[in-house]
């Protein structure tokens, strides 16, 4: 059975960093594409970054969030720096289906493309 657990948020104040990661068991990672989704309160879930066979990001989070993932310990990481309150939300990664290493970039941040989810951990940037 797949799972994902993510681990790393936490208060911090504007201008820091966190990393957040995302331990994946069930099937290896090198055989899917992993996304990070945040969603602030009254507000959707918005894809930020994913990873599979390439990583790509949305406007409002490159140069600032690298993601990167250890297949060895099947774990994948997002590394936030220079964190604005705007960045406040909770954080889900979640798996495309097993054999999806490529999602279309106009599909690579849907939720639609993604049916496993971890259950989120909190981010909060303020002073």
């Known amino acids: 059975q797949l799972q994902l657990v993510e681990s790393g948020g936490g208060l911090v104040q504007p201008g820091g960093s966190l990393r957040l990661s995302c331990v994946v068991s069930g099937f290896a990672l090198d055989s899917t ?73 106009q599909r690579a941040f849907s939720t639609d493309e993604y049916p496993y989810w971890g259950q989120g951990t909190q981010v909060t940037v303020s002073s």
Not at 47 to 68: M, P
Not at 71 to 80: E, G, I, R, S
Request: hydrophobic content about 35%.
């Open 33 to 105: 594409t992993i996304g990070w989704f945040r969603q602030a309160p009254g507000k959707e879930h918005e894809g930020i970054s994913c990873i599979g066979a390439e990583a790509n990001y949305v406007d409002s989070v490159k140069d600032r969030f690298t993601i990167s993932r250890d297949d060895a310990h099947n774990t994948v990481y997002l590394q936030m720096n220079a964190l604005i309150p705007e960045d406040t939300a909770v954080y889900y990664c979640a798996a495309a289906p097993l054999g999806t290493t490529k999602i279309p970039i």
